[in-house]
């Protein structure tokens, strides 16, 4: 039997990674078997390709080879480490997944939701997840909550502009795609994450 396939989307700043550090000691204390991991990276090679597309001095890096090396990663990571977990019958819950690539590249860097679709037809096609949660908070209070973005960060160096197009895509997103639920993220973290857990339970997944 397949396991369930669980991705968290979300801004820069968001609170994505102590979201998932908790749920994950969470996890850990109900005797759960799942895999954690995160995009891009997860593999060996995929991290590599992360390398390349955070690195702060690559401004050079046009948007179609950004969008590219995200597809590439991805590939990667599904067929060595969430393609065999799934098969194992494994929860695996990834930090990223396409709809970062959708709201990054298709709708904030304006290619497209189609040519998004296309360079990740493979995903798409044998990996959509059974539930996405979005950690809605707008970038405006994200950064402030992380006091900045990470000057080594190419990413987080885009400007606020550019992240509130990131989060108008993820909104719209959320608004057409049922399997996309928001999480109120505007109190404190325990609060995120009990909102987290209640979905997850609500979902059948916990």
Do not use: W
């Amino acid at each position: 039997m397949r396991g369930k396939f669980i991705t968290f989307e979300g801004c820069e700043g968001s609170g994505k990674s102590t979201q998932l550090r908790l749920l994950s000691e969470y996890l850990d204390k109900l005797g759960a078997e799942y895999v954690l991991t995160r995009e891009p990276g997860g593999s060996e090679i995929a991290e590599q390709i992360r390398k390349i597309i955070l690195n702060g001095k690559n401004t050079e890096m046009c948007d179609e080879c950004e969008a590219l090396l995200y597809a590439a990663a991805r590939v990667q990571h599904l067929k060595e480490k969430i393609a065999p977990a799934l098969e194992r019958g494994k929860l695996v819950i990834c930090d990223r997944f396409v709809d970062s690539s959708l709201a990054y590249q298709g709708y904030a860097r304006g290619l497209g939701a189609e040519y998004v679709a296309n360079i990740n037809s493979f995903a798409l096609e044998n990996f959509t997840p059974d539930l996405t949660l979005f950690l809605d908070i707008s970038p405006a209070e994200a950064f402030k909550r992380k006091h900045g973005a990470d000057p080594d960060d190419r990413m987080e160096q885009l400007g606020l502009d550019f992240h509130m197009k990131v989060y108008a895509g993820y909104k719209a997103l959320a608004e057409v795609n049922p399997r996309i639920c928001a999480v109120n993220c505007l109190g404190t973290k325990e609060e995120t994450q009990n909102n987290i857990r209640a979905l997850l339970k609500m979902k059948g997944v916990i």
